[in-house]
T-cell receptor
């Protein structure tokens, strides 16, 4: 079945770059997403990449997609304490015949930024 | 209120209780979702409603009963739950059910449920 894998924890120092990695299994996914969950809040869409792209940059965020290896990464430049959160990788939609709004999420990577 | 709201934010219940979780979206969306977020497990989709009709039920036990009386409100009725049902229950909404980046899902803050 479909599976999205992420490491559970990452700790960095303020000002360093953070790289959160994700692997997925469904090669038919059209979009790959990164969501951010701050303490006590719901998930917020952070950024996304279309599956026919290999890189997307958005201010401090860089998303890299290696479709051959089914590997997705999120790089946060100049990481700040406000970036401390759980980051979820997700893939979808999976098919056009069923509930197209479904996303398959990883377990989330908890990013801790130390001053 | 804006966005997606959920009440209560925290709930502690015994296994014989009956309670309900409420979700309300103020975005004019037509699709609403219930997700379960357990520790050490991926986010799991439980139910999908589109235009107040249930379109997906991902093999969720019958002790969870959803209700969508209109496109702005979604409930999750709980009865005879088990301790393993303790989790964060997230509600989300999107314009419709078609997915993709033009149809972003907006999430509420969740209800932290503890079953004793």
């Amino acid at each position: 079945g479909e599976d999205v894998e992420q490491s559970l924890f990452l700790s960095v120092r303020e000002g360093d770059s953070s790289v959160i990695n994700c692997t997925y299994t469904d090669s038919s996914s059209t979009y790959l997403y990164w969501y951010k969950q701050e303490p006590g809040a719901g998930l917020q869409l952070l950024t996304y990449i279309f599956s026919n792209m290999d890189m997307k940059q958005d201010q401090r965020l860089t998303v890299l997609l290696n479709k051959k290896d089914k590997h997705l990464s999120l790089r946060i430049a100049d990481t700040q304490t406000g970036d401390s959160a759980i980051y979820f990788c997700a893939e979808g939609p999976l098919n056009y015949g069923g509930s197209q709004g479904n996303l398959i999420f990883g377990k989330g990577t908890k990013l801790s930024v130390k001053p | 209120e804006t966005g997606v709201t959920q009440t209560p934010r925290h709930l502690v219940m015994g296994m014989t209780n009956k309670k309900s979780l409420k979700c309300e979206q103020h975005l004019g969306h037509n699709a609403m979702y219930w997700y379960k977020q357990s520790a050490k497990k991926p986010l799991e989709l439980m139910f999908v409603y589109s235009l107040e009709e249930r379109v997906e039920n991902n093999s969720v036990p019958s002790r969870f009963s959803p209700e969508c009386p209109n496109s702005s409100h979604l409930f999750l009725h709980l009865h005879t739950l088990q301790p393993e049902d303790s989790a964060l229950y997230l509600c989300a909404s999107s314009q419709d059910q078609t997915g993709g980046i033009y149809n972003e899902q907006f999430f509420g803050p969740g209800t932290r449920l503890t079953v004793l």
